[in-house]
């Protein structure tokens, strides 16, 4: 299946879920409570989504000046850009995805397996040099281990070496 029918579909199912959702919650704690209930929601998510920010932002720069590869943090970013997305979007089960994204044991646990269904069906390989790199012909061509010799030349040794 190629990108565009699936994106088109989860525009098109995802407002009819939560618009179901909409009617099933309105007509069990009434539309006001209901208005209420999606903006608390936003106003929590928000703020959570503040805190997780700001921490790995820390983390990120603590990794850069250590000069380690940040690779999961910016994954961790992602997670919490698309969360927060998510949780201003109005709606229940766009706010449930999207506190998955911010509650740290989750989105790790969301990153991992998305990265190694990704890694399974071929979206990417790990390079332990390189990070995560996108699978295509020029990065197979890059990875490819050139064997040879050298020496090391001092100006002490004889210099026919």
Same mark, same amino acid.
């Given at each position: 299946?190629?990108?565009?029918?699936?994106?088109?579909?989860?525009?098109?199912?995802? *407002?009819?879920? %939560?618009?179901?959702?909409?009617?099933?919650?309105?007509?069990?704690?009434?539309?006001?409570?209901?208005?209420?209930?999606?903006?608390?929601?936003?106003?929590?998510?928000?703020?959570?989504?503040?805190?997780?920010?700001?921490?790995?932002?820390?983390?990120?720069?603590?990794?850069? +000046?250590?000069?380690?590869? *940040?690779?999961?943090?910016?994954? %961790?970013? +992602?997670? #919490?850009?698309?969360?927060?997305?998510?949780?201003?979007? *109005?709606?229940?089960?766009?706010?449930?995805?999207?506190?998955?994204?911010?509650?740290?044991?989750?989105?790790?646990? #969301?990153?991992?397996?998305?990265?190694?269904?990704?890694?399974?069906?071929?979206?990417?390989?790990?390079?332990?040099?390189?990070?995560?790199? +996108?699978?295509? %012909?020029?990065?197979?061509?890059?990875?490819?281990?050139?064997?040879? %010799?050298?020496?090391?030349?001092?100006?002490?040794?004889? *210099?026919? #070496?």
């Amino acid at each position: 299946m190629t990108k565009f029918p699936l994106v088109t579909t989860l525009f098109i199912v995802v *407002p009819l879920i %939560e618009i179901y959702l909409f009617t099933v919650v309105g007509a069990a704690v009434g539309g006001l409570s209901t208005v209420v209930l999606v903006i608390l929601t936003a106003m929590i998510g928000v703020s959570l989504l503040r805190a997780q920010g700001l921490q790995t932002m820390a983390r990120l720069q603590q990794q850069a +000046a250590q000069g380690q590869l *940040p690779a999961d943090t910016l994954f %961790e970013g +992602a997670a #919490l850009l698309l969360g927060g997305a998510l949780l201003l979007t *109005p709606g229940f089960m766009t706010d449930s995805i999207g506190f998955l994204c911010l509650i740290p044991v989750t989105r790790k646990s #969301l990153i991992q397996g998305l990265l190694r269904y990704c890694m399974k069906n071929g979206s990417f390989q790990v390079n332990s040099a390189a990070g995560y790199a +996108a699978k295509n %012909e020029q990065s197979r061509r890059d990875n490819d281990v050139l064997e040879g %010799e050298f020496r090391v030349k001092d100006e002490d040794k004889d *210099p026919r #070496l």
